[in-house]
């Protein structure tokens, strides 16, 4: 209903098309009443004068009936495209709202079917299914009570057949509505095995697994075939109960029609017209049975979208009218923080303190599982603590919008994710309005990537491919540094990013982010200590999540510690030319 409420938004264009069905179908009924008429003036008159008469009603009721069933068609498929784009509109807006822990236990593959195939399903239902009924609901009392007045029996007769198919649909009706469900399950399903396995095509073949993932794909594929056997064979009832009912109709008006007609107590023009509007009322009837078979599918798919759109993020949204008294500073700080993920057994973070002021700079590092993302997205409120206060220039993020939140930040995650656009539009992407092409070329060298844009074909126009899959590791994580950047924003939190750069590289990209990232505050997640040495402040986590050391980098290197033994096994590989491994939590 509440769709049906939503689809009525377009009343206006709604209802001239919903108009132009009963003149449709009523000029329809017009043509077989004027060729039933003729049929049996032809018989009982020498005279043709009148011929010229009914030939001119015929054709106007043929270009009436043209008329306005190309117009009842055309307004009601625009309202369904419109009704399909603002759904898929809304679901899309709602869905990019949603909070990571959503989308981390979603799979993308559903939510694609669900924005697409689903809300298609409910189109169909509302647009061409409303045209379809509305259209049986006007010619079939037209054609049926026309008919009883030519001949009661005969008209009661074949309506018995139309009762039979009602009754049928509705035994069949629950048997659909669980068969649509399994079906559109199971092509969610497949968009989502196709949709991973393409994007992780480098890792199916790097583990030469593609015969492996083909037979998953094969798996899907039969569990969606079985499905759609299973509602072929419901659907297969319901339009073999129509058209069975259709044949026997037929039989009744030929034997019992044909009887009349041959004692000539039933005008061939009388028979003719039953022969026509039995035609001109199945054909809605049919046109219902595939209604049947979709309504099922368009509530499995309503239940669906429903579920989405009623799924709320687990950010708690702020008070109205809250807001920073002036453009943020960049102060940051955490007071008591602890945070435990949904199905965690132990906290991944606990009793944090810790105060960086406006234009410092924090390092935070520990072994690997430490919690060291999982506080760098508490800082941009992608997720709320359990406990403890997050603070932008001393006030709770809890209580600022995630627009002025998450506008103060430039945040570069350890998923060096780049779209599949042409590289500057890739930069473009972070900058709250536009950029010209010396200000994407500035950023670029600020990420150490002037020279390799160049040797690209095309240079910053060049197409990255899905992912960023074109660019080395240490490229992407450059690039999207470039892209923080462009937002020129006042805290800049860096998720071990350098990890797949060399230490040459590391040193020079270091130099351009001190001055770039003069008199903003940042945060750097580190898993090589070299990123955080300049740190003002550097927190070592451990592996529970709490803080075991802070201080300077040569504080820390001067006390026993995990940082000190870490600094100089890091050291001695890069002394004797062994790589450093990369890795945050």
């Not at 259209?135 to 026309?146: E, K, T």
Request: proline share 4%; glycine share 10%; with cysteine.
């Amino acid at each position: 209903m509440a769709y049906f409420r939503r689809f009525l938004r377009h009343r206006t264009r709604l209802l001239l098309g919903v108009l132009a069905i009963p003149l449709a179908q009523s000029l329809d009924v017009a043509t077989t009443i004027l060729v039933g008429q003729a049929l049996d003036r032809v018989r009982q008159s020498s005279e043709v004068d009148w011929l010229s008469t009914t030939l001119w009603l015929l054709a106007a009721a043929a270009i009436g009936h043209a008329f306005f069933r190309f117009w009842q068609r055309w307004l009601i498929v625009v309202v369904s495209r419109r009704f399909e784009v603002e759904l898929k509109q809304e679901l899309f807006d709602h869905l990019v709202r949603l909070d990571f822990a959503f989308h981390d236990r979603s799979r993308s593959g559903d939510l694609v079917s669900r924005l697409t195939a689903d809300v298609e399903a409910l189109r169909m239902f509302l647009g061409p299914g409303l045209m379809y009924t509305l259209g049986a609901v006007v010619i079939v009392p037209i054609s049926l009570g026309w008919l009883m007045t030519l001949n009661l029996w005969l008209g009661l007769a074949i309506g018995l057949p139309m009762i039979a198919v009602g009754l049928i649909m509705k035994q069949l009706s629950p048997r659909l509505h669980r068969e649509s469900t399994a079906v559109q399950e199971s092509l969610a399903d497949i968009s989502h095995r196709a949709q991973e396995d393409f994007g992780g095509v480098r890792v199916v073949k790097g583990y030469h697994r593609e015969a492996a993932q083909t037979r998953r794909f094969e798996r899907s594929s039969a569990q969606n075939r079985d499905n759609q056997v299973q509602l072929g064979r419901a659907r297969g009832l319901t339009h073999a109960a129509i058209n069975g009912s259709f044949d026997l109709t037929f039989a009744v008006i030929l034997v019992v029609g044909g009887l009349a007609a041959i004692d000539r107590t039933l005008p061939i023009g009388d028979l003719f017209q039953f022969v026509d509007l039995t035609l001109k009322v199945f054909w809605p009837l049919i046109a219902l049975g595939w209604i049947a078979g979709m309504y099922p599918r368009a509530v499995a798919s309503a239940e669906r979208v429903d579920t989405l759109l009623a799924t709320r993020s687990a950010l708690e949204a702020p008070a109205a009218g809250t807001e920073l008294a002036a453009p943020a500073q960049g102060g940051l700080s955490l007071e008591g923080v602890g945070f435990t993920y949904p199905k965690g057994t132990t906290p991944a973070l606990q009793g944090i303190e810790v105060r960086v002021p406006p234009g410092g700079s924090l390092g935070v590092v520990g072994p690997t599982g430490c919690g060291k993302s999982t506080l760098l997205l508490l800082l941009g409120r992608q997720m709320d603590p359990q406990e403890g206060t997050v603070r932008l220039d001393g006030t709770d993020l809890r209580s600022l919008p995630l627009a002025q939140a998450r506008g103060a930040l430039g945040y570069v995650p350890q998923d060096a994710f780049l779209f599949s656009v042409p590289y500057a539009d890739n930069i473009r992407f972070g900058a709250d309005g536009e950029l010209s092409d010396a200000q994407v070329a500035e950023l670029i060298d600020q990420a150490a990537m002037t020279e390799e844009v160049a040797r690209f074909p095309e240079g910053d126009r060049t197409l990255i491919g899905e992912r960023g899959v074109t660019l080395s590791g240490g490229q992407r994580q450059r690039t999207c540094i470039a892209r923080a950047l462009a937002r020129d924003p006042r805290v800049l939190v860096l998720d071990d990013c350098l990890s797949a750069v060399d230490t040459e590289t590391e040193s020079r990209l270091l130099g351009t982010l001190r001055e770039a990232g003069s008199g903003r505050t940042v945060v750097v997640a580190a898993h090589r200590l070299s990123t955080v040495a300049s740190c003002d402040e550097i927190l070592v986590l451990s592996e529970e999540g709490t803080i075991a050391q802070r201080g300077t980098h040569e504080e820390l290197v001067a006390c026993d510690g995990w940082y000190r033994d870490t600094w100089e096994q890091q050291q001695r590989r890069e002394s004797q030319g062994a790589p450093n491994p990369g890795g945050a939590a």
